[in-house]
């Protein structure tokens, strides 16, 4: 059996990703295609307690390269428990959120040697790369606005100051910008529906026809 399809989705915080992932799986599941839908940090119940650890806004103390490995702690779980068992069986997995999510907070945001990111990307993703990556692309302002519209607490990421969000958001453009044939650079201050467009003739072109 050929293996599956690996997609994930990025962006700051009040991007729009968790939607364009939402609608995309949808369409896949439309089309008769298997999905599996994760979130990372999460997908299995011990990377689900390490995501509560991380984004506890009471924890203020949490050093960055305790961040940094508990994240990919998260990751190397949610990878050998679901994702890699999905992509066995030929299924399409599509992730909110992956290692570049990583390299931008934890290597562009916190100021983590990126060499040393990319050495903990290795080991938490267990060496799964994403076949294609959408970054969804606000600027900082919008994202704001977007989670303030949303209402409710903000998670200890989400807090972060505009000082923090503009590093990973630059940080992330040149992720893309080096990874050009992997990472889509899509600009969020479009419709949904129009978003939700551009990225299925991004996938489209990559899944296999369906038996009978």
């Keep these: 059996m050929p293996r599956g399809l690996f997609i994930t989705f990025e962006g700051i915080d009040g991007c729009g990703k968790t939607t364009q992932a939402e609608l995309l799986c949808r369409r896949l ?15 299995t119940r011990i990377s689900e307690r390490i995501r509560e650890l991380l984004l506890d806004r009471q924890l203020r103390e949490m050093a960055p390269v305790t961040e940094l490995l508990l994240y990919e702690a998260a ?8 994702i890699q068992p999905a992509l066995g069986a030929g299924k399409i997995v599509v992730s909110d ?37 959408f970054f969804i692309d606000v600027p900082v302002e919008e994202g704001a ?61 990559m899944l296999t026809p369906r038996r009978g």
């Design 75 to 82: 990751r190397a779980q949610l990878v050998a428990e679901q």
């Design 145 to 205: 606005r977007r989670l303030h519209r949303l209402g409710g607490e903000r998670d200890r990421l989400e807090s972060e100051d505009r000082q923090f969000q503009e590093r990973v958001r630059k940080g992330y453009l040149k992720l893309a910008r080096s990874e050009a044939a992997r990472v889509v650079v899509v600009d969020g201050l479009r419709p949904a529906d129009e978003i939700s467009q551009e990225v299925w003739q991004k996938v489209a072109p």
């Design 29 to 43: 599941e439309d089309a008769g295609y298997e999905v599996v839908f994760v979130r990372d940090p999460g997908g």
């Design 97 to 133: 959120r992956f290692f570049d999510s990583t390299t931008a907070y934890q290597g562009y945001g916190r100021g983590i040697d990126l060499a040393l990111i990319s050495k903990a990307n290795e080991l938490g993703s267990l060496g799964l790369r994403p076949d294609l990556t």
